[in-house]
């Protein structure tokens, strides 16, 4: 069976091993998807959402929405770091959270993970997420 996986400039298949980022400071995925998976020669990465789990425990250890939030922004600067960046790096981030009251949260937050010029950003309710968390995100990078 031949394989469909694109190839890149390099000859590569984007979803060869080399370009898979994986880290154990970060949960490990809940089902068929990598933590990351870099492309564009290396430049361009793309995160899975992270939730609130701690890699530590794989629990879900805070209860409401900004502890969720936090821990969910450290996994995503978890997943950065072992991208080879940080969150400076990141140009796009999506948000899923199960009240759209908590937004004004979301926002003050994120103020203090990210810095001017913020890197653009959707926000989408959801009606629920894996393991009932409140929140989920997910970014690009470019490093």
Do not use: C, H, W
Not at 8 to 22: C, Q, S, Y
Not at 113 to 120: E, G, I
């Amino acid at each position: 069976m031949q394989s469909t996986a694109q190839i890149n400039t390099a000859g590569t298949p984007f979803l060869a091993e080399e370009n898979v980022i994986f880290t154990n400071k970060a949960p490990l995925p809940l089902g068929t998807y990598s933590q990351g998976i870099k492309v564009s020669r290396g430049q361009t990465i793309y995160l899975s959402a992270q939730t609130p789990v701690s890699a530590l425990t794989n629990e879900v250890l805070a209860q409401d929405f900004e502890g969720q939030l936090r821990q969910t922004l450290d996994n995503l600067a978890q997943m950065a770091e072992a991208a080879g960046g940080t969150l400076a790096n990141v140009v796009k981030v999506t948000a899923f959270i199960t009240d759209l009251s908590e937004f004004p949260t979301l926002n003050r937050v994120m103020q203090e993970y990210f810095t001017s010029p913020y890197p653009a950003r959707t926000t989408a309710g959801a009606s629920a997420l894996a393991r009932n968390t409140l929140v989920a995100i997910d970014a690009i990078m470019v490093v």
